[in-house]
């Protein structure tokens, strides 16, 4: 089977059909009329993409927009999916290249979640699978596997750091908390999530001793992380001096959902980032690339820190 020209298309109704890549149903526009809603198309053409686009548009016929951007780019390199169980849909899915950084752009066709969020709710069934009845407590929550915790598990908590709001108190609803400076009784979360939040702290031993107060004796510290494997020894980008930030590297900024000048990159993690926590931590580093769980890109690393 060429991509060629061909119309590859798969609708819900038959998605538990198709089980291989290869085998994925060959439509014409005239059967996408008959196969039902919502359409999921891929076509390599983006010429084609744009007709059939328009054709479906004028039927009154909707298309799923992200799956807009991924079948119409130009790249056919780019248009790579494969199919696999979502840990976060609990389904058969397919996951698909957007680009090449697969870390942000290898997608859950249906909830949009990106690897590393794919592969700590992994770890949470693999390692806390009782996570639903637990007290969980997530720092700065963002993206679908923050969704799916707080949807799925009754004490479920979260909170962000807001700069002018006291330490405990909420803003729009939202708790505030400073990792450095947490307001939470101690022995009293079994499992505190954090989701690429690490490399913004200014003070990780501080924030890492306080989670470890907070936790109950046995509970876990799940979190990612960016950790360069080619660094033996991790690189701090910033500093605080003086009540003044300094910066020791060139600024990198990420986005931040309640922050659009986005947050600073304090540190970049290597090898040695163990050495951030205390004596009392056991630590597990963990790291699967297995495409039928999406799970493959960079930084894929999970730690599962557990207080003894
Ligand atoms: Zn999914």
């Not at 009754?154 to 405990?168: A, V, W």
Request: glycine share 6%; with cysteine; proline share 3%.
């Amino acid at each position: 089977m060429g991509y060629g020209d061909a119309v590859y298309a798969f609708c819900d109704k038959r998605a538990d059909e198709i089980k291989e890549i290869d085998n994925i149903i060959v439509y014409t526009y005239e059967q996408l009329g008959e196969c039902g809603f919502p359409y999921y198309i891929a076509i390599r053409d983006n010429n084609l993409f744009q007709d059939v686009k328009e054709q479906l548009l004028n039927d009154g016929k909707t298309l799923i927009d992200d799956l807009a951007i991924f079948v119409g780019a130009d790249n056919q390199e780019s248009s790579k999916v494969n199919s696999g169980y979502c840990p976060i849909c609990e389904k058969e899915t397919y996951f698909y290249e957007k680009g090449d950084w697969l870390r942000d752009e290898y997608l859950c066709l249906y909830c949009h979640s990106i690897p590393r969020e794919r592969a700590l709710v992994h770890v949470l069934n693999q390692f806390e699978n009782n996570w639903r009845n637990l007290i969980i407590h997530e720092s700065s929550p963002g993206g679908a596997s923050a969704d799916y915790l707080k949807n799925n598990c009754k004490s479920y908590t979260d909170s962000q750091f807001f700069r002018n709001i006291n330490l405990g108190e909420y803003y729009n609803g939202v708790r505030c908390e400073n990792l450095e400076s947490l307001t939470f009784d101690s022995d009293s979360i079994d499992i505190f999530i954090t989701q690429d939040v690490f490399e913004h702290v200014m003070n990780p031993i501080e924030a890492f001793k306080e989670i470890e107060r907070v936790l109950k004796i046995g509970g876990v510290h799940i979190f990612t992380v960016p950790i360069y494997t080619k660094l033996d020894k991790t690189v701090q980008r910033a500093k605080i001096v003086n009540n003044e930030l300094e910066h020791i590297l060139e600024p990198i900024y990420h986005g931040n959902p309640i922050d659009q000048n986005g947050s600073l990159v304090t540190y970049d993690y290597g090898l040695d980032i163990t050495k951030f926590f205390s004596n009392a931590i056991s630590t597990t580093i963990y790291l699967e690339k297995n495409r039928q769980l999406g799970l493959d890109g960079e930084f894929l690393h999970v730690l599962i820190c557990r207080k003894n």
